[in-house]
């Protein structure tokens, strides 16, 4: 059973720059979420999805932010004008269809380290 | 909304002691609670869950939580320390947004759990 992947692992860009992240799920795992973790903090949830749907992008940090999953498979996560304020950790957890709407377990993967300079 | 909070953002016993790691919660639902442990550079990796079941939950690695309404609390326990529990270690609850949306966890900021030898 392959787990949560995320590319690249490391990311360092320049103030200004635009950057996109890849998430993996666990096969056949319909519900996609991003998170944000910065230094000494817990992740903070930003969206989600289930199959190709964005159910829930209200805690998306600004417009600048915006995710996608075409096919209800891998993600992406794009950050437009990066400051040096969004330096840190963006994880992403898949979970498979729950019965009702509440939460399964959610499997994280490893995480994109973005540095902004 | 929900929130968490977690008491001791480091916490030190010695190989073999007791450990445990506080976890108190707010909801306006019946929660389901959640620990992760996150080694360093790493994902987060589930420990036990709380899902309205039993009150005492057994997870990975020796390690046990007991949810109390009264006490709006998910703390977490294991009767013997070892060098290999050094790490952060999260607790969560499940978010339902307004609206039925999708459930996000909510994190605590974590506690740093240290182990002397």
């Known amino acids: 059973d392959t787990g949560v992947s995320q590319d690249p692992r490391h990311k360092i860009t320049k103030r200004g720059q635009n950057v996109t992240f890849r998430c993996d799920p666990i096969s056949e795992h319909n519900r996609l979420y991003w998170y944000r973790q910065t230094l000494g903090q817990g992740p903070e949830f930003l969206t989600y999805f289930q199959n190709e749907a964005q159910l829930e992008k209200s805690r998306l940090l600004s417009d600048r932010f915006s995710a996608e999953r075409p096919k209800g498979s891998f993600s992406t996560l794009e950050i437009q004008r990066t400051e040096q304020g969004d330096s840190a950790m963006y994880l992403c957890?898949?979970?498979?269809?729950?019965?009702?709407?509440?939460?399964?377990?959610?499997?994280f993967g490893p995480g994109t380290r973005l540095t902004v300079l | 909304a929900q929130s968490v909070t977690q008491l001791g953002s480091h916490v030190s016993v010695s190989e073999g002691a007791l450990v445990l790691l506080r976890c108190n919660y707010s909801?306006?639902?019946?929660?389901?609670l959640f620990w992760y442990v996150q080694y360093p550079n790493q994902g987060l990796q589930l420990l036990l869950k709380?899902?309205?079941?039993?009150?005492l939950v057994k997870g990975i690695n020796g390690f046990e939580a007991e949810f109390k309404k009264s006490e709006t609390s998910f703390h977490l326990t294991k009767p013997s320390a070892h060098m290999s529990d050094a790490a952060e270690y999260f607790c969560a609850v499940s978010d339902r947004l307004q609206g039925g949306g999708a459930d996000g966890l909510t994190f605590g900021k974590g506690t740093h759990l240290i182990i002397q030898p």
């Open positions: 957890a898949s979970s498979p269809k729950a019965s009702g709407r509440r939460t399964d377990t959610q499997y």
């Open positions: 909801s306006s639902v019946p929660p389901y």
């Open positions: 709380y899902t309205s079941a039993a009150t």
